[in-house]
């Protein structure tokens, strides 16, 4: 009797150990992280909850303000594989993918696998493709695998898409469809640092030989790629109350039929809600998801999926700032 007594209770003590285990790794990387990217505290966090709830991210920021930095030191982190596509208008889909290659001495092709099949790949300026090129890689992002020659060939775990955009110049660009942009669970905005993290910054990379982040400050790896895994699975396990699920929905129906909006975020927001705001209670070592892990990501993941009216946009008004208005109206649960 008291043995069957213990067992669920020694079940809980070890769920609750690697949860506790689980969220020091997710804090050590981005201890890490903070090392290398001065100044950009809540991306950092944004592009961890990506990883951890096992979707991709959208980067839109101005250059020089680390972007591909970032991607590469998460990668030095966990030990993963590290690919970069630079997206320009001759960019064909094979590129991407991979191709079959015509092999002299066999008399037979060969499947070259491309830059797709990694951990970690960074899609620099994805609007400066055409859409068949766009399209590949959002294939190989929504089905986690790549069809060449007729073979369907998996990509290996964990594997993460950050894509960037430049803000500002439109011209020569091919902008995401809202089908397409509806794949990337969050949508992250990079600022410039404040003066005082700039200071520290440029102090940093002159007093150095070397103009590499990177190694300025060398990183350690904090765990392996099989961990991430490991983080996602701890992570989708996290307690949720059923009024914090029927907050996340709230939210993403709300902007359905919010004046000021012409396009509202579909089905697959409401579960990147959920699944961000798992991953952001396991960020900050909390033992269950509350209303503020869904508001605390909120922005990130609705601020591409949503369409502002054109009146509202005439006046001046960003989506972030109406998708506050709303966040505000919207009420959360008392727990």
């Known amino acids: 009797m008291t043995t069957e007594q213990n067992e669920p209770a020694d079940g809980q003590t070890h769920a609750a150990q690697q949860r506790q285990r689980a969220s ?12 290398a990217v001065v100044g950009q505290g809540a991306v950092i966090d944004d592009v961890l909850t990506a990883l ?21 030191a998460l990668a030095r982190c966990f030990a993963g594989e590290f690919a970069r596509i630079q997206f ?45 090129t766009q399209a590949a890689l959002l294939e190989a992002m929504q089905e986690r695998q790549v069809t060449l020659e007729g073979r369907a060939l998996p ?18 660009t091919y902008p995401l469809p809202e089908a397409e942009l509806d ?37 350690r790896t904090v765990l392996q790629a099989k961990d991430v895994q490991a983080l996602q699975r701890i992570a989708s396990d996290l307690p949720m109350d059923d009024q914090v ?20 975020a579909g089905p ?13 209670a396991l960020l900050r070592g909390g033992e269950f998801v509350v209303p503020d892990d869904i508001k605390g990501c ?21 989506v972030d700032q109406v998708l506050g208005q709303l966040l505000d109206q919207v009420p959360a649960p008392r727990l």
């Open 88 to 132: 320009t208008p001759d960019l064909m889909p094979s590129d991407v993918t991979g191709h079959a290659v015509y092999d002299l001495q066999t008399e037979q092709f060969k499947l070259r696998k491309g830059p797709v099949f990694t951990n970690l790949l960074l899609a620099d300026e994805i609007n400066r493709a055409p859409a068949k």
């Open 155 to 172: 990509i290996a775990q964990p594997f993460m898409v950050l894509a960037t955009q430049n803000p500002i110049e439109q011209e020569g």
């Open 268 to 280: 697959r927001a409401s579960i990147a809600l959920v699944r961000c705001a798992r991953a952001r």
């Open 245 to 264: 699920l029927d907050y996340a929905v709230r939210l993403a129906r709300t902007t359905r039929t919010w004046p000021g909006l012409t396009l509202g």
């Open 52 to 72: 951890i709830a096992g979707g991709h991210v959208l980067l839109e920021g101005v250059p020089g303000l680390g972007k591909t930095l970032l991607v590469r």
């Open 183 to 219: 794949r990337f669970m969050l949508k992250v905005r990079m600022d410039y640092p404040d003066a005082d993290q700039e200071l520290n910054m440029v102090r940093q990379v002159s007093r150095s030989t070397r103009a590499d982040m990177l190694d300025v400050q060398p990183l």
């Open 298 to 318: 909120a922005l990130a993941v609705l601020r591409h999926r949503v369409r502002l009216a054109p009146e509202l946009d005439i006046e001046g008004l960003s």
């Open 24 to 35: 020091q790794l997710a804090q050590a990387i981005r201890t890490e992280l903070h090392k």
